[in-house]
């Protein structure tokens, strides 16, 4: 059983169109992240949010943080075909801030 | 400034072989993280090394895997009679002080 899952799993869109992918779980996250993986690459962090019910931006770039800290959003706006890649939502519990817990993963890609 | 760098990028060997996996994290970071990810996965935590010491390794899925950080900086991960199994990109990453991990573009290890 997947601690985090991720929705959908794969997503091809056309350049200009808005975008939101999920993360859920069942279990409490005393922080969830939000990573960008290309091809080749190592994970990128774009951002960590904290608090329940949070919102953050990053530019086309919306995260939400669920009020029970169990579940996540990121949500595009105007997708570029740079935005192509793998998003991944990681969380920690507890006392083991460290010991990050990824979904799967969704496979975003952004056609021009 | 240079960030994580992982060797070999590439290492093909075969069943019931030894492999030695490289990690050089950004300097200055005491922190040190191990993670597996294989094919349509998200990384897996392997072990965390806090200083010289590995504060957390209950992520190695049995004995035939070992890492190593003598002084604090390079970390090389050890697979002893590797198997099919074991064939997958491992990530490193490291932080400062354990908050943001950075990771390196890994090695993507084949068992034949």
């Known amino acids: 059983t997947q601690l985090l899952e991720q929705s959908p799993q794969f997503l091809s869109i056309q350049e200009g169109e808005n975008l939101t992918v999920y993360c859920n779980s069942s279990?409490?996250?005393?922080?969830l992240q939000w990573y960008r993986q290309e091809p080749g690459e190592g994970p990128v962090l774009l951002v960590t949010?904290?608090?329940?019910?949070e919102v953050k931006k990053l530019k086309r770039l919306t995260f939400q943080f669920g009020d029970a800290r169990k579940d996540s959003s990121l949500h595009i706006t105007a997708a570029q075909p740079g935005d192509t890649g793998l998003y991944l939502c990681?969380?920690?519990?507890?006392?083991?801030?460290?010991?990050?817990?990824f979904g799967k993963g969704t496979l975003l890609t952004v056609n021009p | 400034g240079a960030g994580v760098s992982q060797t070999p990028s590439n290492k093909v060997t075969e069943k019931g072989k030894y492999v030695e996996l490289r990690c050089d994290p950004i300097?200055?970071?005491?922190?040190l993280y191990w993670y597996r990810q294989s094919l349509g996965q998200g990384p897996e935590f392997l072990i965390y090394?806090?200083?010289?010491?590995?504060?957390?390794d209950s992520g190695l899925p049995n004995d035939r895997f070992f890492a190593v950080r003598p002084e604090g900086s390079v970390s090389t991960l050890k697979i002893q009679r590797t198997e099919r199994g074991d064939s997958a990109v491992y990530l490193c990453?490291?932080?400062?002080?354990?908050?943001?991990?950075?990771f390196g573009p890994g090695t993507r290890l084949t068992v034949l």
């Open positions: 990453a490291s932080s400062l002080k354990g908050d943001t991990q950075y």
């Open positions: 279990s409490v996250f005393s922080s």
């Open positions: 949010v904290v608090t329940g019910g």
């Open positions: 990681a969380g920690a519990r507890g006392g083991s801030n460290y010991k990050l817990t």
């Open positions: 300097s200055g970071h005491t922190a």
């Open positions: 090394f806090q200083g010289t010491g590995a504060a957390d």
